[in-house]
């Protein structure tokens, strides 16, 4: 190997630095040790928020440079001369102890602007729930009401020099850097949570494809299995079923010595049986050992020249520099290539093993994967809570409890506990709870489970709603603005902000009031089914003589056109009545 394609470990300004030698425009970057998963809900957004100050004073540049706000780490990278990576870097920095407030407003705004052009994934809500690696599903709430105070303490508190790894890859360490940053404490990597009871799991989405979220052991194996099973997923419903025309797979590591492993095949409606058969016959295979030599050689050839280029190490450094924050040992490309041709079709067979063991699967709406295995991840509460109930009035409406301890929504579609569905949240668990000026609440568990409270549709009590917000925490409560349409009783509440693809416990459907319902008399109910019955054998009389009429020799035109007329007429006078009697009684 290249000696000059090596990477070496230093310092700058107390910060550790990984440097690597690089002909061309110089590359660095600063990662820190914070992202969206050390946040909660009603406060995420934070990190993306400071990111976006820090560079605001950077401008508009001819050099390329930008930040990305992930899981669990924070990037400013940049690409240009030697000059001007110096003036970048020192830029980040001095905007991270000095923070300009004034922009805070118009920074808010263009964040919520990228946000609505966001699609969120709704694997990692269903994975974690609405906590830690979850909160990437959800909308960054925390923006709109942050302060300036808050956002200054989270930029003291995870910014910091002990907190981050620069990494260079040049001719040598560009002259003038001053990366002046306080000091703070190195963090540990976030806390990983579970939503999941039972793996593995599947669930139904709306969206037209298959999608695999598995966490396996971040190794080599791991690494090349992901290649091999796209290249089996694309051979057999593209190549050879023609179900499927995008299919790929990936391995992104969590830095905690997992990897998550996706994959994903898209499809037509009339497809989707195909796909997700297909899909799951490939798992099935690779769990069963079938994996072919040539398909582990093609993707490890791939894999040795892209680790052999000249690149390879410039590109390997900011994974290395996540590595360095997390604590975890970092190789170079010469361990990776021994380790990568010691691979086996066994060792990948392993790995769908463990793959299968951890699995979540997306799959249409519609259709589920409880024939191959897989159980259906939870949509709803083991208990209620108890305490007052609150309804509509309404016969099969969901009924509403506000306890002590949380909320419940509970549903019931046929008789027994099998047509019971309860969704609860707890007070000490509620992740977040979206306030409307109106007095309609939402609140969401640690487990994505979600619950609306709507006074105007339930008739909650002003003492209920006041126990709510009294035991709801205030970190959690996430103020949102006035609706302009409120749900009330005979309208379906608003679906609120979120973006959860977990499905929540909403109110009833569109409906009237118990007071303004429309009611039938029995002479009325007799009065319609009596001029319907004579309506219907006029007009089925007056249909035939018009069809067939003409065709009778015995019978003149005029007499043909009377007498039709004369039958659709009568069917005319008896079918009005009751159509009037309909529209009273349905105006009442």
């Known amino acids: 190997m290249n000696p000059q394609s090596a990477v070496h470990r230093t310092e700058v300004d107390g910060i550790p630095t990984l440097f690597t030698y690089a002909a061309g425009p110089v590359r660095a970057g600063l990662v820190f040790r914070v992202g969206i998963a050390d946040e909660t809900l009603g406060r995420a957004g934070l990190t993306h928020l400071v990111e976006h100050l820090a560079l605001y004073r950077q401008g508009v540049a001819d050099y390329h440079y930008n930040g990305a706000t992930k899981a669990a780490f924070t990037h400013f990278h940049v690409e240009g001369a030697e000059h001007e990576i110096a003036a970048y870097l020192t830029g980040v920095c001095a905007s991270l102890t000095d923070l300009p407030m004034d922009r805070l407003e118009t920074e808010k705004e263009i964040l919520r602007t990228e946000e609505s052009r966001r699609d969120s994934a709704p694997l990692p809500l269903w994975r974690y729930g609405a906590q830690g690696y979850g909160l990437v599903s959800y909308p960054e709430w925390g923006v709109r009401n942050a302060s300036a105070r808050d956002v200054w303490q989270w930029a003291q508190s995870w910014f910091t020099a002990d907190n981050a790894v620069l990494w260079i890859a040049g001719e040598h360490i560009p002259a003038g850097l001053s990366l002046k940053l306080p000091a703070g404490d190195r963090r540990p990597m976030p806390a990983v949570t579970s939503a999941l009871p039972t793996t593995p799991a599947y669930f139904s989405d709306g969206t037209g494809g298959v999608l695999l979220d598995a966490v396996v052991a971040d190794t080599t194996a791991a690494w090349l299995y992901s290649g091999v099973l796209e290249r089996e997923l694309t051979r057999a419903l593209r190549q050879e079923g023609g179900h499927s025309y995008t299919t790929a797979s990936d391995l992104t590591p969590r830095r905690d010595g997992f990897a998550v492993l996706a994959a994903f095949a898209d499809a037509l409606p009339a497809k989707q049986d195909a796909v997700l058969g297909g899909f799951v016959d490939v798992l099935a295979g690779f769990q069963a050992g079938r994996i072919a030599q040539a398909d ?88 209620a809570v108890t305490g007052p109930r609150f309804i509509t009035g309404r016969v099969g409406d969901a009924e509403l409890t506000v306890g002590d301890d949380g909320v419940s929504l509970t549903e019931r579609s046929s008789p027994g506990p099998e047509g019971t569905r309860v969704a609860t949240v707890l007070y000490r668990s509620c992740a977040a709870m979206l306030s409307r000026p109106d007095g309609g609440r ?63 416990a909403a109110p009833p459907a569109t409906g009237t009031a118990p007071a303004d319902r429309p009611r039938r008399t029995g002479g009325q109910t007799v009065g319609i089914v009596l ?58």
């Open 296 to 383: 582990l050689d093609a993707v490890r050839g791939r894999a040795d020249a892209a680790l052999s280029s000249p690149e390879a190490a410039a590109r390997r450094l900011p994974g290395m520099a996540e590595d360095l924050l997390a604590g975890r040992p970092w190789r170079d490309a010469a361990e990776l290539r021994s380790e990568m041709w010691a691979v086996t079709p066994g060792h990948l067979h392993e790995v769908a093993l463990e793959a299968a063991g951890t699995a979540l699967l997306q799959v249409p709406s519609g259709h589920s994967a409880d024939w191959a295995g897989y159980t259906a991840a939870p949509t709803a509460s083991d208990r």
């Open 442 to 504: 939402r609140l969401i568990g640690a487990d994505g489970i979600t619950v609306d409270v709507e006074p105007a549709v339930y008739g909650v009590e002003p003492s209920a709603l006041a126990v709510i917000d009294a035991a709801v925490p205030p970190d959690a409560v996430v103020p949102l603005p006035p609706r302009p349409h409120p749900p009330r009783l005979d309208r379906a509440p608003a679906s609120g902000t979120t973006t959860s693809a977990r499905p929540t």
């Open 531 to 588: 001029l319907g019955v004579l309506g219907g054998c006029f007009g089925l009389l007056a249909l035939m003589l018009t069809v067939f009429g003409a065709d009778d020799p015995e019978t003149s035109v005029g007499e043909w056109l009377a007498m039709s007329g004369f039958l659709w007429g009568v069917t005319a006078l008896l079918a009005w009545p009751a159509v009037r009697i309909l529209r009273r009684t349905n105006r009442r």
